[in-house]
């Protein structure tokens, strides 16, 4: 299972997940995750130690890593966190479609920076070339959920996965790591970490 008995994959992780995901994100110019990962996580903005910020910008990166959110639907409430506590200089990202409701897009506008990169399901290829242009990015990091990685599967644009293995017996229908309602498979180097 992807994630615990609660839905949330933060419950099945422990210190070597924790360092992994850090060092992860220390070296992602954009952090990408859909709307559903970023609700049920409760994402908040991407604050990396002191030591880590100073690194980055040695390596000509921004202190931070931008974090994007994709959604079609943009049924994702302005008023959380995960706006909210974003600092002016790393204003969210916000992926989605010419289809989606365009109040819901005027409210997000107010405190991310919205881009439309797609007709009525977010096109990959154009995201990566967008974050490439509008920010620099070189690393995107996708931290998921299963759809999300399902769709970068089936478009074959994911390079690398990391994962990490915890040693928690989940029952029930808990969610594959990636989703797709056809069948689809890639080629890819794995990283696996053990999980605390």
Same mark, same amino acid.
């Given at each position: ?42 994402? =908040? ?23 994007? $959110? ?17 600092? *002016?200089?790393?204003? *969210?990202? $916000?992926?989605? $479609?010419?289809?989606?409701? *365009? ?13 439309? $990169? ?56 808990? *969610? ?19 999980? =605390?």
């Amino acid at each position: 299972s992807a994630t615990d008995a609660g839905g949330r994959s933060g419950g099945l992780g422990g210190p070597a997940d924790k360092a992994v995901f850090g060092a992860l994100r220390a070296v992602a110019d954009v952090v990408v995750a859909g709307a559903a990962t970023i609700i049920t996580e409760d994402y =908040g903005p991407s604050r990396p130690p002191a030591g880590v910020r100073d690194q980055r910008v040695a390596r000509g990166q921004a202190p931070t890593p931008r974090i994007a $959110v994709t959604s079609a639907s943009l049924a994702i409430e302005p008023t959380r966190r995960f706006f909210a506590e974003a600092s *002016p200089d790393a204003r *969210p990202l $916000v992926l989605t $479609v010419a289809a989606a409701d *365009p109040a819901r897009r005027r409210a997000l506008e107010a405190v991310a920076d919205v881009h439309v $990169v797609g007709d009525e399901q977010v096109d990959w290829a154009r995201a990566f070339a967008l974050l490439h242009a509008e920010v620099g990015a070189r690393v995107v990091l996708c931290e998921g959920g299963p759809s999300t990685i399902g769709q970068l599967v089936a478009d074959d644009l994911l390079d690398e996965l990391c994962l990490t293995i915890a040693p928690v017996l989940v029952a029930g229908d808990g *969610p594959r790591i990636a989703s797709s309602a056809a069948p689809v498979g890639t080629a890819l180097d794995l990283w696996i970490a053990g999980g =605390g």
